[in-house]
């Protein structure tokens, strides 16, 4: 199940916190919970990946990405992302997600998320997004127009430039 109560109070919390500039780095904090566990006692996988969507739901609203895209009728869309799951994360574990935007370019924004337990980190993603309108990618020069940011120039990492290169070698569509 979709965790609705933490999205509603990230956001609520979202809205009384300072505001962001778009390439800073936005934090949320929660514990643990049984829901939120494996067979094994652990953070399941695909909870880790939902819990994530707060986190870019938090840098979204204090970035003032959300308004904009209301204010547009634009939408958010993910299209690839790329998981490290390297420690566990265990029942009532104080758990942050820090999120923020690495680079961008033409079409694509890239954003980079971690959790934490403590001082040590458990898992990450690199996500490839984009802004929609009907359907297509909205270019990022309209995006940042409409957020006021046009000035912020974020070159993409070379890190994240490989990652674009490998996943162009990965066939499309599956072949089963």
Not at 9 to 20: D, E, F, H, T
Not at 34 to 61: S, V, Y
Not at 72 to 101: M, P
Request: charged share 25%; aromatic share 10%.
């Amino acid at each position: 199940m979709y965790p609705i109560t933490r999205l509603l109070k990230i956001a609520l919390q979202a809205r009384s916190k300072p505001k962001l500039d778009y390439n800073a780095v936005s934090e949320i904090n929660f514990r643990c919970r049984p829901w939120d566990l494996d067979l094994f006692l652990e953070m399941n996988n695909g909870r880790i990946l939902t819990l994530f969507d707060l986190g870019r739901t938090d840098l979204a609203i204090r970035s003032g990405l959300i308004s904009t895209l209301r204010k547009n009728k634009w939408g958010l869309a993910v299209a690839g992302s790329s998981n490290r799951f390297r420690r566990r994360v265990h029942l009532f574990d104080k758990v942050t997600i820090r999120t923020n935007v690495v680079g961008y370019d033409e079409r694509w924004i890239y954003i980079y998320q971690s959790m934490w337990v403590g001082d040590k980190p458990t898992s990450s993603g690199l996500l490839r997004t984009c802004v929609t309108e009907k359907g297509s990618a909205v270019t990022t020069d309209r995006i940042l127009a409409a957020l006021n940011a046009s000035d912020i120039k974020q070159e993409v990492p070379i890190w994240v430039k490989e990652w674009c290169e490998a996943e162009e070698h990965r066939p499309w569509p599956p072949a089963h």
